[in-house]
DNA sequence: ACTTTATAAGATGTTAGACAACTAGGCGGG
DNA sequence: CCCGCCTAGTTGTCTAACATCTTATAAAGT
């Protein structure tokens, strides 16, 4: 973790925590001195948070706290654990395990993964809000990954967790592409809930910091409980 | 525009077009000399593309070209005009003015505004690609950002140039939130579609840099003439 | 001949200090 | 009372150097 991530994760977490409650932060030199670290890196991590936006700066005027955009609940742009953001909701979070099986992928997910006609773990789990059916999720592991024995179980849960202890690998980013769908029979089996009615639908792949495709993920949740928020920027085209 | 905001387009514009065809940029102090700037504010642009995903940096190994997220066709996190938008995906664009009048906003969009019981235009457009309804768009001015008169045609196009011509005003970002909703009979009417199917549904508020709303919209796309990705990185929370 | 270990070159990461450009508020002249 | 100048403070940029990491090459050892 270079020296600017530790940085923009305690500034960050000083945000958020209410520090700097005036809406300003502190002049770049004397966070500099307070962080110990040059003003250099100071800046990096400012321009960092600006980017994500819960800050702005003004040339010859200071450094000021978005807090409408901090405000934001879930944030498309950083949602990873799905028992995190069931909790965060304010649910009780639980996972049902569906189904686990080795089979050979099917051409759009063979290509998504780089695959030919390797084989690829299926793992299918439904998570609950309060005893609620809210997201049904299929991943598929490239079974080559694989590199240690693991009990089933450990596919219950968290996907990232095996991918770190099982495959040695770490979740850099992801690629998602997101549609509208209505539930139809099978959705509706997992879901229990009745046919037609909109859902998220979520199609995403995992990639590694050197751009192999770790994992590909169908995801469905229900839209009543979970609010996605983007923040888009005018890029200057 | 400030100097790194320069550079970051310009570099932008030359990966795209295809240079470094390598996939590899030149060093730092190559690209600081060869555009004339320091290496800091090379770096600072490299940060923030990198941070948009269409690079990467490796400690003492160099820069590289991110293929994959280059590729992609809309990216959710850039605000897209909707002509361009229905351009880039490979349609001829075509816009149908459908309403415009003054009201006063209910609740939910006075809050958005930050308004009382003042005022706001509402127009109500329908984008067509290949003379088929994909987009139905309604949006919200508040009526005392117009500071010159304006003909009604000027309200049919892009309100981005409304807003910059007629209320001196320039969309820095927006906050959007996404949700799947199927058409129901008033939305058959503008889209021209069987009720029933599933379509995006935008909720987006546009904002200035000083973080004033400009603008409230409510937004309808028809997923097969679309598809929105999002990058999502992994933080270090 | 092969493997292992040093070495060096080149890249990104960080530091330090200085100056430039801009903002906002205070002060004085009109 | 208003207007413009001035100044202190802040962000933006530049320069030069050192730190740390990666990679390839060469040397040393087996």
Redesign the interface.
């Known amino acids: ?2 020296r600017v ?1 530790k940085i ?2 305690e500034l960050r977490h000083q945000i958020e925590g209410g520090d700097f409650a005036e809406g300003r932060l502190p002049s770049e030199p004397a966070l500099a001195r307070q962080m110990g670290v040059s003003r ?1 890196t100071i ?2 991590a400012l ?2 948070l600006e ?1 994500e ?1 819960i800050l ?1 700066r003004k ?1 010859g005027s200071g450094t000021f706290i ?1 807090q ?2 901090l405000n ?1 609940g879930t944030r ?5 654990d799905f028992v995190e953001m069931i909790e965060t909701s304010g649910f009780s979070a639980d996972v049902r395990h569906v189904e686990l099986s080795l089979i050979v992928p099917g051409e759009a997910i063979g290509s998504a993964l780089n695959l030919g006609d390797e084989e690829v773990l299926r793992t299918a789990n439904v998570f609950l809000a309060d005893n609620v059916p809210v997201i049904y999720c299929v991943d598929y592991i490239p079974a080559k990954l694989v590199r240690s024995a693991y009990d089933e179980e450990e596919l219950y849960g968290p996907v990232y967790t095996f991918l770190e202890k099982r495959c040695h690998q ?13 539930v139809d029979s099978a959705l509706s089996r997992y879901l229990q809930c009745e046919q ?6 979520f199609k995403e792949t995992a ?1 590694n ?1 050197d ?1 192999q495709p770790l994992m590909y993920s169908d995801e469905y949740y229900r ?1 009543e409980y979970f ?10 085209r």
Not at 76 to 80: A, D, I, N, P, T
Not at 196 to 201: A, F, K, S
């Open positions: 973790m270079s991530e923009v994760s250099n800046r990096q321009a960092e980017l936006g702005f040339h978005n409408r955009v934001i498309l742009e950083e949602v990873w770490k979740v850099n980013h992801n690629l998602t592409e997101i549609m509208p769908v209505v037609g009615i909109p859902v998220h639908y990639f910091a751009e839209p609010s996605f928020n983007v923040l888009r920027k005018m890029t200057g």
